[in-house]
């Protein structure tokens, strides 16, 4: 089993910046971030294959969202810039373990962290 631990999330002004930060405790093949806001379905914000360097994002974050990680720690990171209010909603981290597909295979994912709730007002 993959336990996840995300931090990171708060309140921020349109056009602000966040960083969230995910943490498991062991490797594995691919892990990412996803979100939900109220009345919407789950969406992949971005994911990234942990024996290299090959990421993945959304359509509604690329350009403005950059996923990073430190393998020693197994640790992910969010960088989220030009905030916008419809980024408003829970962020999951997640892991693919085993792999079954390419880390941009959204519906494959199967760990997941509690969230942490991104917020951003206009």
């Known amino acids: 089993q993959v336990y996840l631990s995300e931090s990171g999330g708060d309140s921020v002004q349109a056009g602000g910046s966040l960083r969230l930060t995910c943490t498991a405790n062991r490797g594995s093949a691919c892990m990412g971030w996803f979100r939900q806001a109220p009345g919407k379905e789950r969406e992949g914000v971005a994911g990234?294959?942990?024996?290299?360097?090959?990421?993945y994002y959304g359509d509604s974050v690329r350009g403005r969202f950059t996923i990073s990680q430190d393998t020693a720690t197994n640790t992910i990171y969010l960088q989220m810039n030009s905030l916008k209010p419809e980024d408003t909603a829970m962020y999951y981290c997640?892991?693919?373990?085993?792999?079954?597909?390419?880390?941009?295979?959204?519906?494959?994912?199967?760990?997941w962290g509690q969230g942490t709730q991104v917020t951003v007002s206009s």
């Open positions: 990234i294959f942990t024996g290299g360097s090959n990421s």
């Open positions: 997640a892991a693919m373990s085993p792999k079954q597909a390419s880390c941009g295979t959204w519906g494959v994912y199967n760990h």
